[in-house]
């Protein structure tokens, strides 16, 4: 099976801009997770799509969003960029959500505001 | 509030000998937890987790409730072990919660 995609793998966007990020999960995957990796805070969650719904968001502001698409790929978007998004972005997906526990991990999208 | 806290930011070991990872967690309920590895140049997998109680590529871990701790131990490290190591909480399937991550060094 191939694994997670993300595109584009680099993204270079001044402040103010918006952006959006798509990832593709494993076929057969239907929950896709969305992470933000910074040296200064780690991974931290932001949100998980389960068959097009949200079912679980982390502790970011409303500048971040995203959804899901009939065939489980899902994109990510954040508005009015600030510097401190900057940042590695990844994806996962499982088969069944986050209760089937075993994660699969993309490559991630590097993210750089200036 | 559910935290993972790993006090190793730089773990070095030499070959053959004993490696231990720290993990301690904070959540009041029945926690499910896990560790994951990011090897050079590869993505972030998962290593193992609580509940099947196996041992993956010589490691191991215990949850142990009194003490809030998943610490991961191998007997002999190996060269190959190199990498960074996340150890995750995720209450009742929800919202994983990472630790901030031990990068574990494997001298020859």
């Known amino acids: 099976k191939a694994g997670v995609t993300q595109t584009p793998r680099y993204l270079i966007k001044t402040r103010g801009q918006q952006v959006t990020l798509s990832c593709s999960p494993i076929?057969?995957?239907?929950?896709v997770s969305w992470y933000q990796q910074t040296p200064g805070q780690g991974l931290q969650f932001l949100f998980e799509?389960?068959?097009?719904?949200?079912?679980n968001k982390g502790n970011f502001p409303g500048r971040f969003s995203g959804r899901q698409f009939s065939n489980s790929r899902s994109e990510m978007n954040v508005s009015t960029l600030e510097l401190g998004d900057s940042a590695l972005y990844l994806c996962?997906?499982?088969?069944?959500?986050?209760?089937?526990?075993?994660?699969?991990f993309g490559p991630g999208t590097r993210l750089t505001v200036t | 509030a559910q935290r993972v806290t790993q006090p190793e930011k730089l773990l070095s070991v030499f070959k053959g000998a004993p490696v231990e990872l720290k993990c301690n967690y904070s959540y009041s309920g029945s926690p499910e937890l896990f560790w994951y590895v990011q090897y050079s140049r590869q993505r972030l997998q998962l290593l193992l987790r609580h509940i099947s109680r196996e041992s993956i590529k010589g490691f191991t871990a215990d949850l142990n409730k009194g003490e809030t701790s998943f610490h991961l131990k191998k007997p002999f490290a190996q060269e190959e072990d190199s990498a960074m190591y996340y150890c995750a909480l995720s209450p009742q399937g929800q919202n994983f919660v990472f630790g901030p991550g031990t990068r574990l060094s494997v001298l020859p």
């Open positions: 799509y389960f068959s097009e719904t949200q079912r």
């Open positions: 996962a997906s499982s088969s069944t959500g986050l209760r089937s526990y075993e994660q699969y």
């Open positions: 076929s057969g995957h239907r929950s």
